[in-house]
């Protein structure tokens, strides 16, 4: 008899990896269910001793001190508007250049990319200073094209791309050629559209990305009011005081752009993830 295969043994499997799952659950969400909770409380409340596990009644004052402090209606568009912007400029750059990589044949490719790829070990620390420099001397300091415009050719995302584009049948190209498509027509309607998986998943990560974004918006941006959300969060810790309860409510304000971006596209974004892994 397989007890392997018994009734038994699949229940009991079953049963661990549901308490497994429960338990990597419950480790993922208690941290954000008392970011949530200590929106509510005072900064005095959320330091007492045993601390707050039930939802308070100070959000309304968190949210007018967050909006005094850091004009965090404004912020929370200057992020949408950065994040956005970046994403559809970073999408498009990434998707062109890895569509080259993928497609293209021509001497020193492999040695380009391999240069490319140089970016992914290289610390982002050592840019900044180089970086800074070039925005100073485009007398861009202070602007949003500063945040937005050096980081639009991401390692990480020609990579995904070019990993993905690789899948694409080579017929399937020399058809559309053969069919009087030109280069722009072919990667707009015969390559781009079965990638569709695979640039959900490049917009998920390029959106994060930027939304999070701290140092370069910190270096480059001089007014409170063209802040980033994790800029004007980090000015409201203070050298005597720092009011926690308003930085909990615009963290989990914060978090929701993200959370609804990541649940809208979940499947699309596992589906790219997992392109170009298996050839055939």
């Known amino acids: 008899m397989n007890l392997a295969a018994s009734p038994g043994a699949r229940r009991a499997r079953g049963l661990l990896l549901t308490s497994g799952l429960a338990i990597t659950l419950a480790v993922v969400a208690i941290p ?3 970011l949530v909770v200590g929106a509510t409380h005072s900064s005095q409340e959320i330091f007492s001793a045993p601390p707050p596990l039930l939802p308070g009644g100070h959000l309304t004052q968190n949210l007018r001190t ?3 402090s850091a004009q965090f209606g404004r912020v929370l568009l200057n992020s949408l508007l950065i994040a956005t ?3 559809v400029c970073a999408a498009v750059v990434c998707t062109l250049a890895g569509y080259g990589f993928a497609v293209y044949r ?3 490719r492999e040695a380009l990319f391999g240069l ?10 050592v840019t900044l200073v180089p970086l800074f420099r070039l925005m100073a001397d485009l007398t861009w300091l202070g602007t949003y094209q500063a945040v937005i415009l050096p980081n639009l050719a991401l390692p990480f995302g ?8 690789s899948s694409l049948p080579a017929v399937l190209l020399d058809s559309g050629r053969m069919d009087g498509c030109g280069e722009l027509r072919l990667f707009l309607r015969v390559a781009l559209p079965p990638m569709r998986p695979a640039l959900a998943a490049l917009a998920i990560f390029l959106f994060l990305y930027q939304w999070n974004d701290f ?11 063209s802040f980033t959300i994790p800029v004007a969060l980090a000015s409201l810790q203070g050298l005597d005081e720092t009011d926690y309860g308003a930085i909990l409510a615009g963290t989990s304000i914060a978090a929701l752009p993200m959370a609804a971006v990541f649940l809208a596209l979940q499947r699309q974004f596992i589906s790219g993830l997992l392109a170009g892994a298996v050839k055939e």
């Open 32 to 34: 954000f269910y008392w």
């Open 66 to 68: 967050l909006q005094d």
């Open 85 to 87: 912007v970046y994403t």
């Open 106 to 108: 021509f001497r020193g």
């Open 116 to 125: 490319l790829m140089l970016g992914l070990v290289v610390p982002a620390q």
């Open 158 to 165: 020609i990579f995904l791309m070019r990993q993905s584009m």
């Open 215 to 225: 140092i370069w918006p910190l270096i480059v941006l001089r007014d409170g009011a």
